[in-house]
């Protein structure tokens, strides 16, 4: 070094001859000057591309996150609008078992069929699902279980009441007189007639089913063996209460299958038919009587 020059020597070792460089003073101070400043922003740059890259990662990551959050948004929207089909489809199985049952009037079952208005809550929905907006979605799917919620509570109370109901309803009607008792002629009906003994007019409170002497007599529902005996005008009879306010009186038999305090089922052969009592022939003289009240057997014939 000397002069205003510095000279710079490269050894080489495959070559034997020795470079030399010339630089003048000024400008290898301003490269001395430059060079730590060079490292220092190679290091700045390299430090922010590492941070902007992870950034970049991170942000791709927010992204599928959010994509997938999206997703999951729209397959719980979905299956909200299922449950809101399903829950319907049970109300309407409900309002029509209580038709058919003749079960309608239970206040809360009446409350849930109200008629509202406005956009239904799956039209809010989809409306929400177009406009991207989930955090108002979120909300409105929010309150969507919770009316859910509370839909399949109220629905599954409605369904035990009604289970409880059809329950009573079922062993009703297996009390209650349904089929005919025998099988015959029908030759006289319930209400007032001309007495084929006296010729007058009375009240005739059952009817009269004719057949051979000894033909079966069934019981017409499921009830206990109240009475047997003797009666003038009757003969022979039976008496079977079936519960509910349903008593059943058959008259003229010759012949009596079950005991006072027996228990009988629907189709259960009771009695046979015969003339006993004050009788033209051979017949049953059959009652229905509700609350002790005489009524049309007829109307309480099913098969």
């Known amino acids: ?30 490269i001395l000057f430059f060079i730590p400043i060079f490292f220092i922003l190679l290091g700045y740059f390299s430090f922010d591309y590492v941070i902007m890259r992870q950034k970049v990662l991170e ?26 089909k399903k829950i319907g489809g049970m109300r309407e199985f409900d309002r029509r078992l ?9 206040e809360e079952s009446t409350r849930r069929f109200f008629g509202v208005g406005g956009p239904s809550h799956e039209d809010i929905r ?5 406009q991207r907006n989930e955090e108002e979605l979120m909300r409105q799917m929010r309150q969507d279980l919770e009316r859910l919620d509370e ?5 599954g109370n409605s369904l035990k009441e009604l289970e409880s109901l059809l329950q009573n309803k079922r062993v009703q009607l297996t009390h209650t007189p349904s089929i005919w008792p025998t099988r015959g002629w029908f030759t006289s009906g319930f209400g007032y007639r001309i007495s084929p003994f006296t010729g007058l007019r009375q009240m005739h409170e059952g009817i009269d089913i004719s057949n051979r ?3 079966p007599i069934m019981a017409p529902a499921d009830g206990l063996v109240t009475n047997i005996g003797r009666e003038w005008g009757f003969g022979k009879i039976l008496v079977i209460s079936h519960g509910f306010g349903f008593i059943t ?13 027996q228990k009988v089922k629907r189709g259960q052969k009771i009695a046979e038919m015969g003339s006993t009592g004050r009788s033209t022939g051979p017949h049953l003289h059959y009652e229905v009587r509700v609350n002790g009240v005489p009524v049309n057997p007829i109307k309480y014939v099913l098969n």
Do not use: C, W
């Not at 020597?9 to 000024?26: C, D, H, T, V």
């Open 213 to 215: 002497i000894g033909t």
């Open 59 to 84: 942000l791709s990551r927010l992204r599928g996150e959010t994509q997938l959050q999206r997703s999951q948004i729209h397959f719980f929207s979905e299956k909200i609008g299922e449950l809101e």
């Open 249 to 261: 009186r058959y008259g003229h038999l010759s012949r009596i299958n079950v005991k006072v305090g």
């Open 126 to 130: 989809e409306t929400l699902l177009l």
């Open 98 to 106: 209580r038709i058919l049952a003749n079960l309608e009037g239970s």
């Open 151 to 155: 839909e399949a509570t109220a629905e």
């Open 1 to 30: 070094m000397g002069g205003d020059f510095y000279n710079i020597l490269i050894f080489s070792k495959k070559a034997a001859a020795i470079r030399r460089y010339r630089l003048p003073r000024p400008l290898a101070k301003l």
